[in-house]
């Protein structure tokens, strides 16, 4: 008994390993309970709280003014909701192990990724010299600012997720012996896979499908691999205009365009760039890189191509934890009644 605990343990590990926390039975239901109406009712009701101070000390003490104070406060509320969401649906998880296979397969994801990156430069470039996003994005308080910006994010969530779940159509569909022996192989389920394998020729496609959270681990994994890239090309589109307009932008230039001096940055960066690198300029830059990153959102899921390279990938690596869990769930009732297994 004691052995089938350890194997059970390492499977569990696996999974999380792999980025798959909700296929553990524990984790499953500690999620269940923290996306319960009892603790989400009174983490709402904290947020709007601690966003509603943040405003009115952001906009009325600080002074301000009421548009910061909304932003600062939406931006609060929209922390301790992240906060809890990433504690609650242990996303630390799905993006430990997004950013190490990003950085494991940082080969194939550069040329993916600069595939869309000139185009994207060529249009979002002629929008950097142009006055009235200047205007517009200069003008932009802190808070206002990262509303902005979160509004963005929250448009490429919400398309990503109508179009990822697409992806896995396939994903959790019958599972032979063989495969599950070859999905199972060099990893804590194999002597699980073969006992499974030896007394059936098929899995049938009710051990194999998967639902409600688990499911949702899928779309999660698929939606945090693609977000890391995305967020990897915001950055690279944020230090390109901060470059470009320290050589190319002119102070003198944009105190034209935005009819008011330029802020210099201050500290050690600022003694040494001036009025070039200037408040101005990292916002607009930040707007820019916000709108790249739903731009290359939107071409992601829909160039055929790039989905075909990218996401074949992945989702290989979730049909092989898909038979896993095959595995995993054969432990799990031999651990709960051993004499049916």
């Known amino acids: 008994m004691a052995d089938l605990q350890d194997e059970v343990a390492a499977a569990e590990r696996w999974f999380a390993d792999h980025g798959l926390p909700y296929f553990v039975d524990d984790q499953r239901a500690a999620?269940?309970?923290?996306?319960?109406?009892?603790?989400?009712?009174?983490?709402?009701?904290?947020?709007?709280?601690?966003?509603a101070a943040g405003g009115v000390a952001v906009g009325a003490v600080a002074g301000a003014g009421a548009a910061a104070g909304i932003g600062a406060g939406m931006t609060v509320a929209g922390v301790v909701l992240a906060a809890y969401a990433v504690a609650t649906l242990r996303a630390w998880i799905v993006v430990g192990w997004a950013v190490r296979r990003t950085l494991r397969s940082f080969g194939l994801v550069l040329p993916l990724v600069t595939r869309a990156l000139p185009l994207l430069l060529l249009f979002i470039t002629f929008l950097f010299i142009n006055t009235e996003v200047w205007q517009v994005a200069a003008?932009?308080?802190?808070?206002?600012?990262?509303?902005?910006?979160?509004?963005?994010?929250?448009?490429?969530?919400?398309?990503?997720?109508?179009?990822?779940?697409?992806?896995?159509?396939?994903?959790?569909?019958?599972?032979?012996?063989q495969q599950l022996i070859e999905a199972c192989a060099g990893t804590p389920l194999e002597p699980a896979a073969r006992e499974i394998a030896a007394r059936v020729e098929r899995v049938g496609a009710v051990d194999a499908e998967v639902g409600g959270l688990q499911k949702a681990n899928l779309v999660l994994v698929l939606l945090v691999a693609q977000a890391v890239q995305v967020l990897l090309l915001a950055l690279a589109v944020f230090v390109f205009f901060i470059v470009f307009g320290v050589v190319a932008m002119k102070p003198d230039v944009l105190e034209l365009w935005l009819t008011h001096p330029v802020h210099p940055l201050r500290g050690p960066l600022g003694d040494a760039f001036g009025q070039t690198l200037s408040l101005e300029l990292l916002r607009v830059s930040t707007f820019l890189a916000a709108f790249s990153g739903l731009y290359f959102t939107v071409y992601a899921v829909t160039d055929e191509l790039y989905r075909k390279q990218f996401f074949s990938v992945v989702i290989r690596e979730l049909e092989r934890a898909v038979s896993a869990r095959v595995a995993y769930r054969y432990m799990r009732d031999a651990q709960r009644d051993p004499d049916a297994a």
């Open 31 to 51: 999620v269940a309970r923290g996306l319960g109406r009892a603790r989400l009712v009174p983490v709402f009701a904290l947020a709007v709280l601690v966003g």
């Open 139 to 177: 003008s932009l308080d802190g808070g206002v600012l990262w509303v902005t910006v979160l509004l963005f994010a929250a448009i490429a969530v919400g398309f990503l997720l109508t179009r990822l779940p697409e992806e896995l159509d396939s994903v959790d569909d019958e599972v032979e012996a």
